[in-house]
């Protein structure tokens, strides 16, 4: 059984000296007894608190320690999810995995536990500018979520835990990672950066995470992650998380893992059963007005507008601004902390309305979102699965709405081929225009010759001379341009 305790300085919370003695349980008790009684009534108070909120007995049928599954009960975890049941053993037994798996399963508690006991099981010195275990994600977001999750997991164990991600001080990170750190979550560009900059070694990390595969290769991080998995210690455990099990992830896990073990789950009930979806065929130039009155009409709900491009998203926060409704935005351009004041302002319900590009609301999880807009549609179809997976988590009830110009509708068919439905079509008076009869979807096209396809190009936009006298400024979109990153 791990029993161990770390001391600690009473007043900074940081390891006493470089050379702390990692005791075990009962000696450690033996040494603290004479000071372990309260000395007032708030430490008393503060002793019947710190209890376990619940049994999370469970996780020990996984083979996860006593001291790991204390601390599952102290944050409240029951019973290990699907995709943790399947992967926590098979990551134990020092297997490669591979798990597909969609946000909300539980799959970061299901590489986290299992790596943080394999770590304490096999204590070593740390050597300076290194990690034994690294975990990669696509987005600073995801990064400091995971990074958290780890912190909370092994609260009070003797690991360190650092995380390093761009738009944040490198010389910090290089300090931080100086002496050597157990578990470090970083974003592959900036871990290239310290690589790069001699602060940080990769010869001596044991433990490799790929967390959402596939995002990291929509964005282009592939090269990348090759250049990095080639520096790490060739005797590793590699474990990589994706949600969908693409042509380029397969061979990524043919070529950089050893027999790894495949675990697939789905949520219970799938995102597209729980949410309550619908369809609007709009003019660019009126997306912006039906926005404005589904925001109107939803006062002090939390709504997720997904833009295809930055600039569409800085723009549509000042067009909002001049209708008299604040939201805040965040992408690639945003500085982290620009970025995480507009998370933390979102979450405490200091603003309603957020509007995100795909790869910056990666790492959204947010309890409470009620609406998602697809205000432009994903060029990739998987990506409106996971844009609307931002609502209607943990048993809630969600809305996604989509709004489709006439020249999205190749993104239409392509989302509707995915998710294996029709998205219901809904109207708003004086906005929305009738679509359907004019436009059918493509005809397969036949081997050695052009598609016979009915397509039309649709009824002219009849609504632009009544916005014109409505005296309101219509939204103008920043247009069908491929996303800048």
């Known amino acids: 059984m791990l029993t161990y305790e770390l001391l600690l300085d009473e007043k900074t919370g940081k390891k006493a000296a470089s050379n702390v003695t990692i005791l075990k349980k009962d000696e450690a008790s033996l040494l603290t007894s004479s000071s372990s009684k309260p000395k007032n009534r708030d430490e008393k108070k503060k002793q019947r608190v710190e209890q376990p909120k619940s049994d999370a007995s469970a996780f020990s049928k996984l083979g996860l320690d006593a001291e790991i599954v204390k601390a599952l009960g102290f944050l409240g975890y029951t019973l290990p999810t699907p995709i943790q049941s399947q992967a926590i053993p098979a990551v134990l037994n020092s297997k490669d995995l591979v798990g597909l798996a969609q946000t909300g399963t539980g799959k970061t508690a299901a590489f986290a536990l299992p790596l943080i006991q394999q770590l304490l099981m096999n204590p070593i010195a740390i050597k300076g500018r290194s990690a034994r275990a690294i975990i990669l994600s696509p987005t600073r977001e995801l990064a400091l979520q995971i990074h958290e999750a780890f912190v909370s997991f092994g609260k009070r164990l003797p690991l360190n835990f650092t995380h390093a991600i761009g738009g944040a001080p490198i010389r910090k990170q290089m300090r931080d990672l100086s002496k050597g750190v157990d578990i470090l979550v970083a974003t592959p560009g900036r871990l290239e950066d310290l690589v790069d900059q001699k602060g940080l070694r990769l010869d001596e990390t044991k433990f490799l995470v790929l967390d959402e595969a596939d995002q990291m290769l929509d964005i282009g991080f592939l090269p990348a992650v090759k250049r990095i998995i080639s520096k790490v210690n060739k005797d590793r455990q590699t474990l990589l998380f994706s949600a969908t099990m693409s042509k380029e992830i397969k061979k990524l896990t043919e070529t950089y893992l050893t027999d790894p073990v495949q675990v697939s789950v789905t949520p219970e009930n799938s995102t597209v059963d729980k949410i309550e979806q619908s369809l609007m065929h709009l003019s660019k130039q009126n997306k912006g007005l039906a926005l404005q009155r589904i925001i109107s009409a939803n006062p002090k709900k939390r709504v997720i507008v997904f833009s295809r491009t930055k600039h569409g998203s800085d723009k549509l926060v000042k067009w909002l601004g001049t209708q008299n409704i604040g939201a805040d935005a965040i992408h690639g351009n945003k500085s982290q902390g620009q970025r995480q004041r507009a998370l933390d302002d979102f979450k405490k319900g200091k603003t309603y309305i957020l509007i995100a590009t795909d790869i910056a609301a990666r ?70 225009q009738n679509l359907i009869p004019n436009f059918e979807k493509p005809a397969p096209r036949r081997r050695g010759g052009a598609a016979n396809s009915k397509r039309g190009s649709g009824p002219r936009d009849n609504n632009s001379r009544n916005n014109s006298k409505s005296g309101k400024k219509p939204f103008r979109g920043g247009g069908n341009k491929s996303p800048r990153r």
């Open 363 to 432: 790492g959204i999880d947010i309890p409470g979102i009620e609406i998602v807009i697809n205000f432009d549609l994903p060029n990739v179809p998987e990506s409106y699965v996971h844009r609307i997976g931002r609502t209607a988590r943990a048993g809630a009830d969600g809305k996604a709405i989509a709004f489709c110009a006439p020249d999205e509708h190749k993104q239409l068919w392509d989302i509707e081929k995915v998710i294996k439905m029709d998205i219901p079509v809904v109207e708003m008076e004086g906005l929305t």
